[in-house]
């Protein structure tokens, strides 16, 4: 069941597979926001092909705090680790500004991919970075992004390793310099490009015709500053991988504000008991029988 087995994932299938070749598939890549072992095996077994590790949703779950540059590297490569060693599925991690100039950008590389990262993606902000539909971002100068693109692509040692390169232009200095800059990442080998905060279906229908030679990302952000769109609408523009990166965080933080606030009102769980899992429930979901199973299979005939 995918136990001390990093190939094999929920349900013995092996779902790591070649980010690259999925990418040649005429159908677009859902890859749903997580921030955990358990949020990655509860997105697994709803049958997404991939995963996207958030650096927000770290922050928000692991702090309590805004995304706004205060997640360390080594923080997030614990988090990589953890959810590596429970699915097998693609994981698309967050490294933010590369945590540093081009030489720290090499050591996130070589860290995340390590840990377990299948694409590495990193962003033309300043240090500390925010969020990319948070205003007042403050971007490095194109030329600096592009070393760190070619540190990052160097750094690798996994070619199957996608390097992702995000601007977040859009905001800051214009749409016009964002499809520049993107185009300059490309050129600097980025496996696929990521134009953030596009504010418009029309300017991500010119992003996809300017840039259309690279895989694309776009990022579905509730309440952000780019339309919501289906994964069907985002495949006919030209998108090839769409992730939902916060959506998993706040719709967990809509059910325990109201679960807590039903438990503190009413001093028992029972009036929230219908939208929960019991005992039995959440032991199906992490395997428990499995995993108790496995470990008789190394007993070596001892009893009791």
Do not use: W
């Not at 199957?160 to 995000?166: F, K, S």
């Not at 429930?281 to 009893?303: F, K, P």
């Amino acid at each position: 069941m995918g136990f001390g087995n990093r190939n094999i994932g929920y349900g013995g299938i092996d779902m790591t597979g070649d980010l690259r070749l999925r990418l040649a598939r005429p159908d677009i890549l859902l890859a749903p926001g997580v921030y955990d072992a358990l949020t990655a095996l509860l997105a697994a077994q709803a049958g997404a092909e991939a995963v996207y590790l958030s650096g927000a949703n770290i922050a928000y779950t692991r702090l309590g705090r805004p995304d706004i540059g205060l997640v360390a590297m080594t923080e997030v490569a614990e988090v990589v680790a953890l959810v590596r060693d429970r699915v097998a599925l693609p994981i698309i991690v967050d490294a933010d500004n590369g945590f540093g100039n081009a030489l720290n950008t090499q050591r996130t590389v070589r860290m995340f991919e390590r840990a377990g990262a299948s694409a590495i993606q990193l962003e033309d902000q300043v240090m500390p970075k925010r969020c990319g539909h948070l205003a007042g971002k403050a971007l490095i100068p194109s030329a600096e992004m592009v070393g760190k693109i070619k540190a990052a692509v160097d750094a690798r040692h996994d070619a199957g390793t996608l390097i992702i390169g995000r601007t977040d232009a859009v905001a800051v200095e214009g749409f016009d310099a964002a499809l520049e800059r993107a185009a300059r990442f490309a050129e600097a080998g980025a496996d696929v490009i990521f134009v953030e905060a596009p504010e418009s279906v029309a300017q991500m229908r010119r992003i996809v015709s300017t840039l259309g030679g690279v895989p694309l990302l776009a990022n579905m952000v509730e309440g952000g500053r780019t339309p919501i769109l289906r994964t069907t609408e985002l495949q006919e523009i030209g998108y090839r991988i769409a992730i939902f990166p916060g959506g998993t965080v706040r719709a967990m933080a809509h059910a325990m504000r109201a679960y807590f606030a039903s438990l503190v009102q009413t001093g028992s769980t029972a009036a929230f008991r219908p939208q929960m899992l019991d005992l039995d429930g959440i032991n199906a979901v992490v395997e428990t029988t499995a995993l108790l199973d496995l470990g008789r299979t190394y007993d070596g005939g001892a009893s009791g």
